[in-house]
């Protein structure tokens, strides 16, 4: 037999805990089993997000029916035999917890086949076997899990949406096919193929397969063999300009084990400090061989935790090996294709580019006008106009002149009186009334004008529709793609028609006229990945909002333009007449305003 029981003074030393979470750490579990049966193809089917059922079919090496009767028991595995297996593990599994685990809260049923034996098939119902025959198989292993926690009713309860449990099997699934392209991958959600990844011949791909090209042209590919020490490091980083707003997009693999790892986001972060503006992120996926006896991998009973022995040196090297494909890249990155700058994000910024506009703490922002301006005393006392113009209440006392040095001038006054001088930047508006000087984000600005249009647009139905003259073709990723599917209806219901296009492509058919064609892809791509970063449940009235302060961010004037004298009126105008016209969609302040008086101060003439 090949399966035994742990003794327990092994047994005792394996990280124990919570095996099973949600319906993705079950997948976790019988994938890694497939893998490590030495499967050739895994096939997992889902439905409704694994609440309903998982099933994971391979083609490994199947189990005898002994082993078959002895893989329910507790500490029960053919990884682990002698107590310093412990310390070099070679296996995703070693604790024999995995299926116990998952038998005792679910129904499930095994059936498999090893080379020169008979089949199995073994029912078990919340952990009592219920039947167990004879039937011949072809080689491999199936186990179908069917009503996860029906016998725990508090755990079943604190599972999430299908949309949000199915993109964490997507996750799941997606790791592994990254880090095993020789074998053949399929992830389907009741029976529609979410994932098809045959066997390919190394990671770059693979990478092509899941991702497509796109992503492909913005990693850098570099390798390093750390001679004596055993490490090596195989890496895919993204090129500069690449900014995503979560850590969605790094992948991790020590030894094809996936983990997270404090140290390794470190290295990443290190590596790219002086390169990506705080608040994102590069794309990496990582693989790194360590010898196996200088990791340990009994940390957590996740599994995907690790503790490296020399430490500080697999930090450096991850760091190192990422700078260095950095700086042996040459590939020049294209501006955007007309030269226009299509969003504030591509602007071609002297400074940071402000990287998400839903993060408040903006570098942009933060810079404020630098020192050049010698203005600091007055700076550090800005403050945001934060007024409520429509409840001002007036100061003058029936006397015609306003109150000169009244901290907060009046509404009607600001919007009478206000004098564009000019551009700070070309991204900042300088402008004076009759008592202090104005500066405003012209961006913001007009972000706040279209927001307030677009959504009296669409509350009186009338919202403005381009039909694109070529539908844009967009590749996601598979959980974003899960994530689109759930938000269709309401992109169509502002303006969006969004349709599948492939496995891994979609096609955008029309767009709001206020945007640039050229705007909606990135738009779109924004979006995802704000939702993607957000773990609650989508809400349905925020998602409105968001899509509007999206739309209206991507189709407003961006920072980095120049404005000619009527468009600078124009805009100060349109601002005044919103709701709001303090504050950008997203709640940044859009004027700031300085006081004469407090100029006057700072040139000690108060
Ligand atoms: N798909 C499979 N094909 C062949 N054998 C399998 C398969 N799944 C499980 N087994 C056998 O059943 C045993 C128990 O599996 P289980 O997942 O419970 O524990 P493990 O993989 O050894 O450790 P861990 O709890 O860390 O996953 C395995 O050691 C393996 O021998
Ligand atoms: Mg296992």
Redesign the pocket.
Known sequence: M??RILPDDIANR?AAGE?VERPASVVK??V???L??G?RKITVDVEEGGRKRIQ?T?D????TPE?AR???GRH?????YEPDDLFAIK????????????ASVSHLVLE?Q?EASAGTVIEIAGGRVVSEREQAFPR??E?TVDDLFFNVPARRKFLRSESYELSQITTYCTHYALAFPEIHFVLRSAGFEILAAPVTTGFRDRIFQIFGKDLLDQLVEYQKDYGRSGVKVHLFTSRPHVQKYNRNSMFFFINRRLVRDKIILHAISEAYRNILPAGTFPVVILFVSIPYEDVDVNVHPA?TEVRFKHQSFVHDAIRDAILSGLTQDKTIVPMESDGVPTSPFTAPAPQPRIPDSWVSDDPIARESFALELGMRAVMDQAIPLGLNFRASETKTDGCEEPAEFSAYPEFDRVRQEVQPLGQLRDSFIVAVDSSGLIVIDQHVAHERVLFETYLRQKLAGKLDIQRLLMPIIVQLPPRQLVILDSIIPELARNGFEVEPFGPKTIAIKTAPAMLKASAVEKLLVELLDGLERETQVINIEALKKKIAATVSCHAAIKINTPLEETKMRWLITELMKTDVPTVCPHGRPIILRYDLREIQKAFKRA
Do not use: W
Request: aromatic fraction near 4%.
């Open positions: 090949k399966i394996i095996v579990e019988l890694e089993n497939a490590d049966a499967a994971v391979d490994g090496e199947g189990m082993d002895a893989c329910f029960a595995t053919s990884k682990l296996t995703l599994g070693f604790r024999g917890e995995a299926l116990p685990s998952i498999t090893a491999g292993t186990i599994k």
